[in-house]
């Protein structure tokens, strides 16, 4: 995949970097630093740099609603909490010069509207993850969809 971003190219612009997916079997959350370190190579040996990550936190992938149970909203924190520092280690190891964590609610949208506390607990879990992007020099980006609970819009994204 690397390799077909680094040659695509359409009217003479090119693409100078990539986002990243933090979830096997892309990029595991719990890469080591020398994972890591190879994952720079790869990517530095295309010109290409790092972008953004997506922090798991979908159940699926070892996370859990940003909404849910104090256990569900604890493995959203902590996907979060890993995925930031990945972020801050690919910006260390000089391959991410600009960038994003992103995340949503890991929530659908019917299980959001039937909870009238939803957009609170969303929107608290959410404060608690922008405390630990902030800790590891992050930034996070929640990404509004249709398909993610209390995502809609930011006129009502508490």
């Known amino acids: 995949m690397l390799n077909l971003t680094a040659s695509a190219e359409t009217v003479g612009a090119r693409f100078e970097g990539v986002d990243l997916f933090l979830s096997d079997p892309h990029i595991s959350i719990d890469s080591t630093d ?29 996370g859990g609603s940003a909404m849910g149970k104090p256990e569900d909203r604890h493995r959203f924190i902590e996907q979060v909490r890993k995925a930031c520092r990945i972020a801050a280690k690919l910006r260390e190891l000089g391959i991410r010069p600009y960038g994003i964590v992103r ?7 019917e299980t959001w509207a039937n909870d009238p506390e ?36 930011w006129k009502t994204n508490d």
């Open 34 to 62: 020398d994972q890591l370190k190879e994952l720079v190579e790869k990517i530095a040996s295309r010109n290409l740099v790092a972008g953004s990550v997506v922090a798991p936190v979908w159940p699926p992938t070892g």
């Open 118 to 153: 939803g957009s609170k607990k969303i929107a608290s879990t959410f404060r608690e993850c922008c405390n630990i992007a902030e800790g590891h020099g992050e930034r996070l980006a929640a990404e509004g969809e249709i398909c993610w609970g209390g995502m809609h819009s």
């Open 103 to 109: 995340v949503d609610s890991a929530t659908d949208p």
